[in-house]
């Protein structure tokens, strides 16, 4: 599998506080997606990267945004959560955009209050 | 734009008993299918995936999945579950040739009776 670690893992948080989520990768995938994962709806592209500082929207991107410095972080911020955002988050790389295997890291729980 | 349709969010199997989970998916183009399962708690792990050639792949844990175009699906199967195989199952999508992510349908929870 590929060696991918988020953090936190955990986290609750109250609404209208900056959260930012942390994805590191040690593949050196150039791609590099985040999901948002919630009961009755599958995993949904928040927004994904195709290299450092290239970014793009996925499907539920509103109230989050990202930062790609280095190939090997890909970070989630969400500017002022809201209790809508409450949902496990997940990290994925790959290699070659939607054709390739994207690999899946152990996702952060976040709670918003 | 992708979709993709699992039709059952639950299915109960009886340990030993055979197993077939739907996917249909709705793509112009020839699409890239991935089938994933994910274990309570877990991220998620990557069963089989089908890009071209033979419609029958092979995956681990004694998974296989048919791509059949005529019906837009691409069903897994597997001959005789063992309780491990409780898991939430994702079937997914991809466009082909672009940057953009999967698009995963709702997921199928799978349940094993002893």
């Known amino acids: 599998d590929a060696g991918i670690t988020q953090s936190p893992r955990h986290k609750v948080t109250e609404t209208g506080t900056p959260v930012t989520l942390r994805c590191h990768q040690t593949e050196n995938h150039r791609y590099m997606y985040w999901y948002r994962q919630d009961p009755g709806h599958g995993l949904r592209l928040i927004h994904y990267?195709?290299?450092?500082?290239?970014?793009d929207k996925g499907e539920v991107s509103d109230g989050y945004s990202v930062s790609r410095s280095k190939t090997e972080d890909f970070l989630l911020t969400l500017e002022s959560a809201t209790s809508s955002q409450t949902s496990v988050y997940f990290c994925a790389t790959g290699g070659a955009g939607s054709t390739d295997t994207q690999y899946f890291g152990p996702g952060t729980r976040l709670t918003v209050l | 734009a992708q979709s993709v349709t699992q039709p059952d969010i639950h299915i109960t199997v009886s340990e030993g008993a055979s197993l077939e989970l739907r996917c249909n998916y709705s793509y112009g183009a020839t699409p890239y299918l991935f089938w994933y399962v994910q274990s309570p708690g877990q991220g998620l792990q990557l069963l089989l995936k089908y890009f071209s050639g033979d419609t029958l792949v092979q995956g681990i844990k004694g998974f296989e999945a048919e791509f059949k175009r005529s019906q837009s699906s691409f069903n897994l199967r597997k001959p005789s579950v063992h309780w491990s195989d409780a898991a939430e199952y994702f079937c997914?999508?991809?466009?082909?040739?672009?940057?953009?992510?999967?698009?995963f349908g709702k997921g199928t929870h799978l349940i094993i009776q002893p």
């Open positions: 997914a999508v991809g466009a082909g040739g672009g940057a953009d992510g999967l698009t």
């Open positions: 990267s195709y290299g450092v500082k290239d970014t």
